[in-house]
Each structure stands twice: as structure tokens, then as C-alpha cells.
């Protein structure tokens, strides 16, 4: 299928999904976060962001209704950091980024190790939701391409799906 790239790039959810998540202090945030870690200075030591950057991302993060800050401390103001239901949702995508990276890039005893409820260790695997086979390579095919430009991002993807495809 040929493309006119007279009107840009592709429009896609995963291009839009990584303008808001897809460098690497908002991954390691939200890392944090789903393991409980809610303070500036805790998210700090263990992203190893630089401050400035690491404030740029939670205003990003929160921007994008990924996450919400609460007082903690009135004086000095001091807050923490919760990923809202939307935030919560990446949990699966860094699950399998993990499962990719332990496969792929690490050497060596792995350096976290997850257990499921039934007390073997977490490999997650994609699996259809209709049918419940896992996701292969070769069991996808594209269904439909609107083959247009981006239009941007919304900024209230916690209340809805924008409804983009890809």
C-alpha cells in the first residue's frame, strides 16, 4: 500500500502514545510509581533524573491525566505522586518492555524479578481479548488504515479514548 506523504506522518496511537510516555524519565516514573514510590526526592534516587527534568515530566505526566499530585506537607509544601486509572493502565506495557528487556538486553541474574498471585514468576504474554490466543508476529494483520496526518494529541486521554487508530 503506497502512502501520499504529501500530508505527513502517519496518523497513529503509538507515535501519540510516545510523545507522552515514550522517552525515558516518564517511563522510569511511572516504574516507580506502580512499585509505591510517591516522593519527588525517592523518584529522583532511584530514576536517577536530574531534578529539573524529572519536574518537567510530572507536569507532563500530570498534563496528560497520567498522574496526580497530593499535599503531603503544608509547610514546606510537599507532594506526592499517584498515577491515576489511566496511569495504572500502563502497568501491561512496562510489563512486556520488561519481559523484553530481560530477554534481550540484560545479562545475568535479573535484577527484578515479579511473582504472580499463582506464585510462579510474572511472563507476561499479549493475548487477544475476543478469542484469548496469545498474540504472534505473524497471527496480526492490519484491518484498517485511515492513512491520514497526525492530529495532534488530546489532553484528557484519561477521560476517553481519542477514538485514533494504529
Known amino acids: ?85 489511566a496511569g495504572r493502565e500502563l502497568s501491561p506495557v512496562l510489563q512486556m518492555l520488561k519481559r523484553w528487556g530481560d530477554e534481550h538486553i540484560i545479562e545475568g541474574p535479573l535484577p527484578v524479578v515479579f511473582e504472580h498471585d499463582c506464585g510462579h514468576e510474572l511472563l507476561p504474554v499479549l493475548r487477544c481479548e475476543a478469542c484469548g490466543e496469545p498474540v504472534e508476529r505473524d497471527s496480526i494483520h492490519l484491518a484498517h488504515d485511515t492513512d491520514g496526518p497526525c492530529d495532534g494529541l488530546r489532553r484528557d486521554a484519561a477521560v476517553g479514548r481519542s477514538g485514533s487508530e494504529g
Open 1 to 85: 500500500m503506497s502512502r501520499d506523504t504529501a500530508h505527513g506522518p502517519r496518523r497513529c496511537s503509538i507515535a501519540g502514545a510516545l510523545d507522552v510516555v515514550g522517552d525515558r524519565w516518564s517511563l522510569l516514573v511511572v516504574r516507580e510509581l506502580l512499585y509505591g514510590v510517591h516522593r519527588f526526592n525517592e523518584l529522583v534516587e532511584n530514576t536517577g533524573a536530574p531534578r529539573d527534568i524529572l519536574t518537567a515530566r510530572l507536569r507532563k505526566l500530570q498534563e496528560y491525566g497520567i498522574v496526580e499530585r497530593r499535599p503531603y506537607s503544608s509547610r514546606p509544601p510537599r507532594y506526592e505522586y499517584f498515577l491515576t486509572a
